[in-house]
């Protein structure tokens, strides 16, 4: 529960972070079409023409307007009916009064669109305020701010959601839910106040979820990641019953023949007590050699718990390895990462993270299939291996994240190894899927965290960022600070 919650927290975080560089993005286009455009504000041919290349050419909005001295002068995807015509809709509303960069809130529209809109001011040369250029997202249709949010989205019981400040749904899932207000939930309550944390909450169907929460600054959104209790231990549970049904038929075995050997034991026994009680009769020592000596027969037994208790372990070691072992590579997944972090923390080791992930990754397994994808992973494991060295640490911790972790490393030592491996990766020939790159985020311990958590931040942000800058790279965690 408490690696669940870590877990929701962390990729709450990193969701919440991808929004606000999208809204980030999304404004600074706006920004850049304002600018172009306030200089010829009566050319009708210009302002069609930018708003048909904004809404075209970055797909990252349903809908763009400019609106001049009140009135609509040009949309895309272009609208004749409102052309000329004054926009009276919350949004655009609220951009004419404040007349400042603005993500509105959200609003139903007139056609039943849950809407957010983005807008940036016009102004002449002179300071004199003309109108805006703006942006709608649908929140209920597709978008490119769905397609983000839903590619983040992973089965297992695991689910994310984003609220605004009127605590509206935007995004949900269940697609039903959208534009539905939630209310007397503590995490919402405190996401909208800009903090992020974990908590044990109880959603409005009354289950029992494992929360982790963080703000989009940018909109003064929050998004939340949670997960069921009884859907976090139910691997446990399965976990119990192999081992029962693995071990039970050993057990059975072991009691029937411990029954046996007790039999063949208490047998010489009573032989060996009736001769005593006869030791004043003829012959007595012949009959002592016909009765097998029972330490045979302990020996006998011992053999046999030995041979039981083998192969109970190996049960059980099969079952440690099954559940520290990712399953497609064979190498350690991260709950055996973990306890090996742990080791290194508690020895006060240096070592340094190189948190990897392949470039566009759903794109191989789009165009070649998931299984292609999967010989793709394998073979990146095996080239991670080959660049690791003997007490070097490799696992996967995703579906195409990977982390190698080198003790006794400094960050600049570090990166010497991610570039040897990153160049690797570049000029390897992979069957079918053919060359693929990959981006590596670098952090070490104590240098960049004193904790595991901090440093996984570090490599996190440092992965983003090379993911922002080109991809293709390794990027030290200090050196984006």
Do not use: C
Not at 239 to 248: E, F, H, M, P, S
Not at 397 to 405: C, P
Request: no cysteine.
């Amino acid at each position: 529960m408490s690696n669940t919650l870590k877990s929701n927290f962390a990729y709450a975080n990193k969701l919440a972070s991808a929004t606000n560089n999208f809204l980030e993005s999304a404004m600074q286009q706006l920004a850049y079409s304002a600018k172009k455009i306030e200089q010829n504000i009566d050319d009708n041919t210009l302002l069609q023409a930018e708003v048909t290349r904004l809404n075209r050419q970055t797909n990252s909005f349903n809908s763009v307007i400019i609106n001049k001295y009140g009135i609509i002068s040009a949309t895309s995807p272009e609208l004749p009916l409102i052309i000329d015509q004054p926009l009276s809709s919350p949004g655009a509303t609220q951009a004419f009064k404040e007349r400042r960069p603005l993500i509105s809130d959200s609003y139903m529209s007139k056609s039943g669109n849950l809407i957010v809109f983005i807008s940036h001011p016009l102004f002449s040369s002179k300071g004199d305020y003309l109108g805006y250029i703006g942006g709608s997202l649908y929140l209920k249709e597709r978008s490119i701010l769905n397609d983000l949010l839903e590619h983040h989205y992973f089965e297992g019981g695991t689910h994310i959601y984003v609220v605004d400040t009127k605590k509206r749904i935007l995004y949900h899932p269940d697609s039903a839910r959208i534009g539905t207000f939630l209310a007397n939930n503590k995490v919402i309550n405190q996401v909208l106040m800009g903090n992020d944390g974990i908590a044990h909450i109880n959603n409005s169907q009354n289950i029992h979820m494992l929360a982790g929460y963080a703000p989009v600054k940018l909109a003064n959104w929050g998004i939340i990641a949670q997960r069921p209790i009884k859907v976090t231990l139910s691997s446990l549970d399965t976990l119990i019953i192999a081992v029962i049904k693995r071990t039970l038929p050993i057990v059975i075995i072991i009691f029937i023949l411990i029954g046996l050997f007790a039999h063949f034991i208490s047998k010489p026994l009573k032989r060996l007590a009736d001769i005593a009680n006869r030791t004043d009769e003829l012959n007595h020592e012949s009959e002592l050699k016909k009765v097998k000596s029972w330490y045979f027969e302990s020996q006998q037994l011992k053999t046999a718990m030995l041979k039981g208790e083998s192969v109970l372990q190996l049960q059980i070691g099969q079952l440690r390895h099954d559940a520290q072992t990712d399953p497609l590579t064979g190498i350690h997944n991260r709950r055996s990462l973990k306890v090996w972090l742990d080791k290194l923390i508690h020895e006060q080791t240096l070592f340094t993270i190189l948190e990897i992930d392949i470039d566009f990754f759903k794109r191989v397994n789009d165009t070649y299939g998931h299984d292609k994808g999967d010989e793709a992973l394998k073979a990146l494991t095996k080239l991670i291996q080959s660049v690791a060295r003997k007490d070097d640490i490799v696992a996967r911790i995703g579906g195409e994240e990977f982390v190698l972790v080198i003790p006794n490393q400094n960050s600049e030592g570090a990166f010497k190894i991610a570039e040897r491996l990153r160049l690797a990766v570049e000029s390897s020939h992979i069957d079918t899927v053919g060359y693929i790159t990959i981006s590596i985020g670098i952090a070490s311990y104590p240098e960049h965290g004193t904790n595991i958590e901090q440093v996984f931040k570090k490599a996190d942000n440092a992965l983003y960022y090379a993911k922002e800058h080109g991809r293709n790279r390794s990027v030290i965690a200090n050196l984006i600070e």
